[in-house]
């Protein structure tokens, strides 16, 4: 990938990459631009494909960042570190756009539904497409956007105990 193309790629799809480490990391501004910075060095190390096929590229960086960011969940997890305490040790305001509250919820669902529902609803995705960059099977993407919609719901409606 010449220099060219990957500034090309960044200045395009910068805000989404960030968007989805802000959302997969809660909003913790550090660990935020750690995994947007390692997203972006992965797609300029190891992305091989045409980067004029923008819509690849734009599937590739979304599994990616979302990757890199499950990545360094587990890694904090690993030094002991419950999820919890780094969800809370965040001490961040979210940026304007964005809802703290749906933030919050989003994060306490599964890695799949979390994903699917950001796919479908966020970046508008259709199911099959969904399907197609989660590599998961057509009915299943439908299967976590209901128990996501469920659990978003009982989350937002503070039914927090419930959403389980």
Request: with cysteine.
């Amino acid at each position: 990938m010449s220099e060219k193309e990957f500034v090309s790629c960044y200045e395009e799809f910068f805000d989404m990459v960030w968007r989805i480490c802000f959302v997969e990391l809660s909003g913790k501004k550090q660990d935020v631009e750690d995994a947007v910075s390692d997203t972006f060095l992965k797609l300029l190390k190891s992305f091989s494909g045409d980067t004029s096929d923008r819509e690849r590229v734009k599937a590739w960086l979304i599994v990616t960042a979302q990757n890199t960011c499950r990545s360094q969940l587990r890694l904090a997890f690993r030094r002991a570190v419950s999820l919890e305490e780094h969800i809370a040790g965040n001490g961040e305001l979210p940026a304007p756009e964005e809802s703290y509250e749906l933030s919050d919820a989003l994060s306490q669902l599964s890695d799949s539904e979390r994903g699917v529902m950001m796919l479908t609803y966020y970046f508008g995705y259709s199911g099959s497409e969904t399907a197609r960059i989660l590599n998961m099977a057509e009915g299943s993407v439908y299967s976590a956007l209901s128990r996501g919609r469920k659990k978003l719901a009982k989350l937002l409606k503070g039914g927090e105990d419930d959403a389980g």
